[in-house]
């Protein structure tokens, strides 16, 4: 008995774009029983992650399962952080960000029956405002875009991409002075990225360089977004050649304050936080443990 994995499932039922989706009839067809007892816990509000994750920590859960996007994977690993608990991931969001970064399947069957025998690893956490993040976090435009996405009635990388092009005909940048490692660069912001991971989901690469556990985070700076660089930033992160294209500018560092003209929105892995003038971003490494796919590597 003392062999078995246990692992706690909790699941966000309002991410994704296919809510239908039973997934704890998934669950039950595709993991094996035999080395692993599991349970599957609800969220009930915005927020009742952390306090689940905890919770399934304190209960002796070795891994405890994201089950939804990338703000429910934020939630639970936030829960985990201090606690002898891996972070595992079903991804039902419609981005994924870090579940592409670890190479964990899309395809939920796949998924649930690796986590039978996983891997393990541990990955930087990076902050923003005393805020965790594991993927990336922003100030300017992807916030902007963010906050207005959350309230775009639906989801999925179409309602992303539509509202993304409206506001990029009204969005103008601010003047912000950045300072690392001893030097500050005044500069203006129309968006400015910190990548923890690679991507920010659907596999737009944002930092494509980006190594979750070096122990830095990958500055990713635009300045100001013309029609024909805007052109270059969507081909890039296409095609995972932003740095190479001119477009951006980047920079690698473990700590990173930002003050700005004006408040400014940020985002921690995608959703939308609220403004600042202030930023003090700074990254953990090694932070948090996750459980990734074993069998394959
Ligand atoms: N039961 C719930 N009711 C309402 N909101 C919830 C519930 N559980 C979690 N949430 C909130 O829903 C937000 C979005 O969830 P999530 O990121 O998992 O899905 P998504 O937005 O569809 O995916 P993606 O981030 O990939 O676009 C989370 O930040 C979380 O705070």
């Given amino acids: 008995m003392s062999d078995t994995l246990r692992i706690c499932f909790l699941v966000n039922p309002n991410s994704g774009t296919n809510r239908r989706q039973d997934v704890p009839a998934l669950i039950a067809r595709y993991l094996p029983g035999e080395a692993v007892a599991y349970e599957v816990r609800l969220t009930q509000y915005a927020g009742h992650a952390v306090e689940l994750a905890r919770q399934a920590a304190a209960d002796g859960f070795r891994i405890v399962v994201a089950v939804g996007g990338d703000g429910t994977v934020n939630e639970v690993g936030r829960g985990l952080l201090g606690t002898a608990a891996a972070l595992g991931i079903l991804p039902r969001g419609s981005g994924n960000g870090l579940a592409r970064h670890l190479r964990v399947p899309l395809a939920l069957p796949e998924a649930i029956r690796q ?40 989801r999925g990388l179409g309602t992303y991409v539509q509202v993304a092009l409206r506001e990029y005909r009204r969005y103008q940048p601010t003047p912000i002075q950045v300072t690392m490692q001893g030097n500050t660069l005044a500069t203006n912001c129309y968006m400015l990225a910190f990548a923890n991971a690679a991507q920010y989901g659907n596999n737009a690469y944002i930092a ?12 990713c700076l635009i300045d100001a977004l013309p029609l024909r660089r805007a052109v ?61 796919p074993g069998q394959s590597r």
């Fill in 115 to 154: 986590l039978a025998t996983p891997a393990f690893q541990r990955i930087d956490v990076g902050y923003i405002n005393e805020r965790a993040f594991f993927c990336t976090a922003g100030l300017g435009f992807d916030a902007h875009v963010s906050k207005c996405f959350a309230v775009a009635g639906t």
């Fill in 232 to 292: 270059r930033v969507g081909i890039g992160l296409a095609l995972g050649n932003l740095p190479a294209s001119g477009a951006a500018v980047y920079h690698t560092c473990s700590q990173v304050r930002v003050q700005a003209a004006r408040a400014l929105g940020f985002h921690v892995d995608g959703d939308y936080v609220g403004d600042a003038r202030e930023f003090d971003v700074r990254l953990e490494p090694l932070a948090l443990e996750v459980a990734v």
């Fill in 208 to 219: 494509p360089l980006a190594d979750i556990a070096d122990g830095l985070l990958d500055l």
